[in-house]
């Protein structure tokens, strides 16, 4: 049979990531109370309902009081005010304070009808049924305005956007109960190998653990989406293409390990035997090199076409390859407008030489210093090594046309999410 895979191999990584994104369209919407927003991204714009503070309000406990009463009071000369009432939270004033006067007020209390100024009980004295006022402070000072957060009918979360828990508060301020969000992706993580022994089992001496399933299980989650575990595949055909077809229900499969070019590396000829059309096999990476794409065409018209991925067995390549091609293409099925980790400038704090001609993602340690990010490695950075990943929270992005790297120089780093 041809090798219709081979024809787009070995490609640089932004040529993969652009095929990827080709090929994803958009989830569904689904309407959810706010309780279930906490990670899910707003199909529409939110526009308050409501104004923020509804109205003016004080930010201290103290006195509400008019300004040109008070405005020439210090600690030798205090203004004298008389007291004619309270206020707190929750409460409203039918009082309205006039020359001289002044109503105590609580935090949060609405302030009341002719009082332009709070004046903190700090900076008073109370004197029975009147109140010195030792500071006057500013006019108009420790107010909270109506509507200076959040103005009636004002958009205040941008579509696109994934909820985090200011922004669930913020749609509560708003007074919105129920939203529009894009439906989670349904993942499915496919192990494969006959070494593979889960977590917690006796290990014979020919094993190895499956770190893989659990680590990017982590990441889907972490991303966003839903992950299905599909129990781990022999390396034989049948077996492959059995646990192949479960994988194949969810939005995107992820098909870990088996895609080299070893005896048993069966993935990429089930995949074909299954109709799937592999887009590229191969990224000029490290680690990460022998990741694979395809879509599994819709079966139904109005149907939506599945997507694939063959991931590298090695458990960091698998996850430098998961942050690269994976995340963006979740990203962008869940409408988000940033699809990438986040780069930025950083100075390096060590040589380096590496030579290959393939992008590297080194795992490092990026630090913020008198306003400029700082990058070193975290250590031995072979495709298996995971400790460099637990110590690392970036990605230090090596090119492809460059080997060695000096103290000082600056460099770009991705952010792990
Ligand atoms: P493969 O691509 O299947 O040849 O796997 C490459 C390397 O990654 C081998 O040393 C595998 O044992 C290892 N590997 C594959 N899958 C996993 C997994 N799920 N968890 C941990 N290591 C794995
Ligand atoms: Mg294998």
Same mark, same amino acid.
């Given at each position: 049979?041809?090798?219709?895979?081979?024809?787009?191999?070995?490609?640089p990584?932004?040529?993969?990531?652009?095929?990827?994104?080709?090929?994803?369209?958009?989830?569904?919407?689904?309407?959810?109370?706010?309780?279930?927003?906490?990670?899910?991204?707003?199909?529409?714009?939110v526009?308050?309902?409501?104004?923020?503070?509804?109205?003016?309000?004080?930010?201290?406990?103290?006195?509400?009081?008019?300004?040109?009463?008070?405005?020439?009071?210090?600690?030798?000369?205090?203004?004298?005010?008389?007291?004619?009432?309270?206020?707190?939270?929750?409460?409203?004033?039918?009082?309205?304070?006039?020359?001289?006067?002044?109503?105590?007020?609580?935090?949060?209390?609405p302030?009341?009808?002719?009082?332009?100024?709070?004046?903190?009980?700090?900076?008073?004295?109370?004197?029975?049924n009147?109140?010195?006022?030792?500071?006057?402070?500013?006019?108009?000072?420790?107010?909270?305005?109506?509507?200076e957060?959040?103005?009636?009918?004002?958009?205040?979360?941008?579509?696109?956007?994934?909820?985090?828990?200011?922004?669930?508060?913020?749609?509560?301020?708003?007074?919105?109960?129920?939203?529009?969000?894009?439906?989670?992706?349904?993942?499915s993580?496919?192990?494969?190998?006959?070494?593979?022994?889960?977590?917690?089992?006796?290990?014979?001496?020919?094993?190895?653990?499956?770190?893989?399933?659990?680590?990017?299980?982590?990441?889907?989650?972490?991303?966003?989406?839903l992950?299905?575990?599909?129990?781990?595949?022999?390396d034989?055909?049948?077996?492959?293409?059995?646990?192949?077809?479960?994988?194949?229900?969810?939005?995107?499969?992820?098909?870990?390990?088996?895609v080299?070019?070893?005896?048993?590396?069966?993935?990429?000829? !089930? *995949?074909?035997? #299954?109709?799937?059309?592999m /887009?590229?096999?191969?990224?000029?990476?490290?680690p =990460?090199? $022998? +990741? &694979?794409?395809? !879509? *599994?065409?819709? #079966?139904?018209?109005?149907? /939506?076409?599945k997507?694939?991925f063959?991931?590298? =067995?090695? $458990? +960091? &390549?698998?996850? !430098?390859?998961?942050?690269?091609?994976v995340?963006?293409v979740?990203r962008?099925?869940?409408?988000?407008?940033?699809?990438?980790?986040?780069?930025?400038?950083?100075?390096?704090?060590?040589?380096?030489?590496?030579?290959?001609?393939?992008?590297?993602?080194?795992?490092?340690?990026?630090t913020?210093?008198?306003?400029?990010?700082?990058?070193?490695?975290?250590g031995?950075?072979?495709?298996?090594?995971?400790?460099?990943?637990v110590?690392?929270?970036?990605?230090?992005?090596?090119?492809?046309?460059?080997?060695?790297?000096?103290?000082?120089?600056?460099v770009?780093?991705?952010?792990?999410?």
């Amino acid at each position: 049979m041809p090798d219709q895979t081979n024809r787009v191999t070995n490609i640089p990584v932004d040529e993969a990531i652009k095929i990827c994104l080709e090929q994803t369209g958009l989830m569904n919407s689904e309407r959810l109370p706010l309780t279930a927003a906490l990670g899910r991204v707003l199909a529409h714009d939110v526009c308050s309902q409501r104004e923020h503070p509804p109205w003016d309000n004080s930010a201290m406990d103290g006195y509400a009081v008019r300004w040109n009463d008070i405005c020439d009071a210090t600690p030798d000369a205090p203004a004298i005010l008389q007291t004619i009432g309270e206020v707190r939270a929750g409460g409203l004033s039918t009082q309205q304070v006039n020359i001289n006067e002044a109503i105590q007020i609580m935090t949060g209390a609405p302030v009341p009808d002719g009082a332009d100024t709070v004046v903190r009980i700090e900076d008073t004295e109370i004197d029975g049924n009147s109140v010195q006022i030792l500071r006057p402070n500013n006019k108009g000072g420790n107010i909270r305005r109506r509507g200076e957060d959040v103005s009636l009918h004002h958009k205040v979360i941008e579509a696109g956007t994934r909820c985090r828990p200011g922004e669930i508060g913020m749609l509560a301020t708003a007074g919105v109960v129920w939203s529009q969000f894009y439906q989670q992706p349904k993942i499915s993580v496919l192990t494969t190998g006959n070494e593979l022994s889960e977590p917690g089992e006796n290990l014979d001496p020919e094993k190895i653990v499956n770190s893989n399933a659990y680590s990017i299980a982590a990441q889907v989650s972490e991303s966003g989406g839903l992950p299905i575990f599909i129990e781990n595949a022999r390396d034989s055909k049948e077996n492959l293409e059995q646990k192949m077809r479960q994988a194949l229900d969810a939005d995107i499969a992820l098909v870990i390990g088996g895609v080299s070019v070893g005896k048993y590396d069966f993935v990429k000829d !089930v *995949l074909a035997d #299954l109709g799937c059309e592999m /887009k590229f096999w191969r990224v000029k990476m490290r680690p =990460g090199h $022998p +990741v &694979a794409f395809g !879509v *599994l065409p819709a #079966l139904t018209s109005g149907g /939506k076409q599945k997507l694939l991925f063959g991931l590298p =067995g090695n $458990p +960091v &390549a698998c996850m !430098v390859a998961f942050y690269q091609f994976v995340l963006p293409v979740m990203r962008k099925m869940m409408g988000m407008k940033q699809l990438f980790l986040t780069e930025v400038d950083a100075i390096l704090d060590e040589d380096i030489s590496i030579h290959s001609g393939r992008r590297h993602f080194a795992r490092a340690v990026t630090t913020y210093d008198e306003g400029r990010y700082h990058v070193r490695l975290t250590g031995a950075q072979g495709s298996g090594i995971l400790t460099s990943m637990v110590q690392a929270n970036s990605f230090l992005v090596l090119p492809e046309n460059q080997g060695e790297y000096k103290t000082g120089e600056t460099v770009r780093v991705q952010l792990f999410p």
